[in-house]
């Protein structure tokens, strides 16, 4: 079974500025996707950036950015130029294929709680 | 794109009685849904998978026969709580799979989540 641990409850910074919420994860699989999903108050599930872990280049999403280092089984994400609206839970997933070739559900870790201050 | 809905968003009901959640994928066939459920400042658990036309894959300490999921077209799969009870209470949150089946990652779309609460 895989694990995946958020070590930062919460954060907060000023808008503008540039955050990195931390994720690890332990997995013996070699084949996996890594994602961080965004929650905000209104509880619905936001895809932020995914990685695929054949892919040694680290994925971007405009304002987005992960350091996926797989060796050390680390899968950061940064947030440049930090807006009010980025405020809500951030959640690390791993997400390993299924037997088949199928996709498997998401194990997600325990969240991060970013808080953009004004 | 990518649309999934849930439906209803809210529903309160007496212990004892069943209640079922829809779950659909708008604008894509869904071969496999998820259903994920989240207690009050914690992260999201996966119960089960669903795939279209086959039975549902429970994780360990899920009760299959209290939590019942049908996946009967590609575009629905239905979670039904059957005899709740307060401890049932809970975020009940759908992922749609959008890919063809045996396909390779896919993203999961997300519901927008059914807030449970068994009196």
């Known amino acids: 079974a895989q694990t995946v641990t958020q070590s930062q409850p919460e954060m907060s910074v000023q808008e503008a500025e540039t955050v990195t919420l931390s994720c690890t994860y332990d997995?013996?699989?070699?084949?996996?996707?890594l994602f961080w999903y965004k929650q905000p108050p209104s509880r619905q599930m936001i895809l932020v950036i995914r990685?695929?872990?054949?892919?040694?280049q680290n994925a971007t999403e405009n304002r987005f950015s992960v350091n996926f280092q797989k060796a050390a089984k680390s899968f950061s994400l940064k947030i440049s130029d930090s807006q009010l609206g980025d405020t809500a839970m951030y959640f690390c997933?791993?997400?390993?294929?299924?037997?088949?070739?199928?996709?498997?559900?998401?194990?997600f870790g325990k969240g991060t709680h970013l808080i953009i201050q004004p | 794109g990518a649309v999934v809905s849930q439906h209803p968003s809210r529903v309160i009901c007496k212990s004892g009685t069943s209640v079922k959640i829809e779950c659909r994928s708008l604008?894509?066939?869904?071969?496999?849904m998820f259903w994920y459920r989240q207690f009050p400042k914690k992260s999201l658990m996966l119960m089960a998978t669903?795939?279209?036309?086959?039975?549902?894959?429970?994780e360990q300490g899920v009760e299959k026969d209290k939590f019942l999921i049908n996946h009967a077209s590609l575009t629905l799969s239905t979670l039904t709580v059957t005899s709740a009870h307060p401890e049932d209470s809970s975020f009940y949150i759908c992922?749609?799979?959008?890919?063809?089946?045996?396909?390779?990652?896919?993203?999961?779309?997300f519901g927008p989540g059914t807030r449970l609460t068994v009196l």
């Open positions: 990685q695929e872990a054949y892919k040694q």
């Open positions: 997933a791993f997400m390993k294929r299924g037997s088949g070739g199928g996709a498997d559900g998401l194990t």
């Open positions: 604008d894509f066939q869904a071969t496999t």
């Open positions: 997995t013996s699989e070699n084949n996996y996707y």
């Open positions: 992922s749609a799979r959008e890919g063809l089946a045996g396909g390779w990652g896919d993203t999961q779309y």
């Open positions: 669903s795939n279209e036309g086959s039975k549902a894959t429970y």
